[in-house]
């Protein structure tokens, strides 16, 4: 009599066991650290309840485009549906980091992974800190993230195939909503252009390349029309000259430094109750580019700090200390966490798991993102859309080690 097999149990971490263990432990950071709606937060809150109730966004401050677009009119339609509250905002937050995980799981695919490198990229972002910090608050960075990784994940299917126009069109619209979520994502289309070079030729990238723009502006071209309605002239953001002179001036360090702490700060208010959004914005990028003219040596020596604190870890201050003993533990966790990713990421460099063209266009898209940072100033959660791509190398690396340590155990010609 013939045994019936027994079924083969599913692996204890799979890929669906790892996604829930990234909505689990970011349920239970909202819970145990409640985030208050302020700053930031309210402005995106907001600007979506203004939508959600079928206006012009607007936000807590009256204004229409000074902060990205993107993730507010992600929220507004469940805001219309379910009521504008941080607890929707949440749930949203929630979809956004299960997309972002599957996106790492498909991007590690794309970038040669097998099957441990993959679930140690999923993994690793399930414990990565500030990613569960930025789900308990409304952040843009909750948005920008998935779209980050999936620009770099069509690029990198772009690579394969960059004679496939329906492809290059697609990474084109998911670049446009990646800008509208945040315009520090512009040089991001770096890398789907590296793609199309490397995976053809410079020739043979110019078709692809121009439908690539012609889904970017679909995707762009409402919000142009909007903000020409609501501003008078058509833009993607008004805080980009602020950010040049906050970031430009002489007072500026590098780090965020508040517009009271400038020479305008006394001006401020009465400049932009005067002039707009948009003019007053306008009137401070030509003062940060006429700052810029006439200090060059200061201007490079701060662009080098920027681009500098980009990268440094984010140590806890004086404040972590005084609340308590275990949020300064958690802190130094969260550096130990990423000095561990950079190094791993650094090291993936040097081996083979990634193949090199991959590699171009990964690395692409991170010096764009990297450099656009050192022209106005440096806040550490800045890093983090970022930071998925660091996390699928470092996952590489460390799946290669793994492996080659265990082919080397199970050899017979091993010592």
Not at 81 to 110: C, D, H
Not at 241 to 251: E, R, T, V
Not at 278 to 300: C, F, I, K, T
């Amino acid at each position: 009599m013939a045994v019936t097999p027994a079924p083969a149990r599913a692996p204890a971490l799979s890929i669906g066991s790892l996604l829930l263990l990234t909505l689990t432990i970011r349920l239970a950071a909202h819970f145990a650290l409640p985030q208050p709606l302020q700053s930031d937060g309210l402005a995106y809150f907001t600007l979506a309840q203004s939508m959600a109730e079928g206006v012009w966004p607007v936000d807590n401050l009256g204004q229409h485009a000074f902060y990205s677009i993107g993730y507010p009119l992600v929220l507004a339609p469940f805001f219309a549906l379910l009521g504008a509250s941080a607890q929707v905002a949440f749930g949203v937050n929630l979809a956004l980091a299960l997309v972002t995980g599957g996106l790492i799981v498909l991007l590690a695919r794309e970038a040669g992974l097998g099957d441990l490198g993959r679930k140690l990229a999923l993994l690793g972002y399930a414990l990565w800190l500030p990613g569960i910090w930025n789900c308990t608050m409304l952040a843009r960075e909750n948005l920008s993230t998935p779209l980050l990784v999936a620009v770099v994940w069509l690029a990198l299917r772009l690579l394969r195939s960059p004679a496939r126009l329906g492809l290059a069109a697609a990474t084109g619209a998911v670049w446009g909503a990646a800008v509208l979520a945040g315009t520090s994502a512009l040089p991001l289309i770096a890398a789907p252009l590296l793609a199309l070079v490397l995976g053809g030729s410079v020739r043979r990238a110019v078709v692809p390349a121009l439908v690539m723009g012609m889904g970017a502006a679909l995707v762009l071209a409402p919000w142009a029309m909007a903000t020409q309605a609501m501003l008078g002239r058509p833009t993607l953001s008004t805080n980009t000259g602020f950010n040049l002179y906050i970031g430009n001036n002489p007072a500026a360090t590098g780090r965020f430094v508040s517009i009271a702490a400038t020479p305008i700060g006394p001006q401020w208010h009465a400049m932009r109750d005067t002039l707009g959004e948009a003019g007053a914005s306008a009137a401070l990028g030509a003062m940060a580019r006429d700052w810029m003219a006439h200090h060059p040596a200061e201007v490079a020596r701060l662009a080098a700090v920027k681009l500098a604190a980009f990268w440094a870890p984010n140590l806890p201050d004086s404040n972590d200390f005084a609340l308590s003993p275990a949020v300064t533990y958690v802190r130094l966790f969260e550096v130990v966490q990423y000095l561990l990713f950079l190094t791993l990421a650094g090291m993936c460099l040097l081996l083979p798991g990634i193949g090199r063209p991959r590699q171009i266009v990964m690395m692409g898209a991170i010096a764009g993102f990297w450099a656009l940072h050192g022209i106005a100033y440096i806040i550490d959660r800045y890093r983090d859309p970022v930071m998925p791509l660091l996390i699928v190398m470092a996952a590489a690396a460390l799946a290669e080690i793994v492996t080659n340590r265990l082919t080397r155990r199970e050899s017979p010609h091993a010592a």
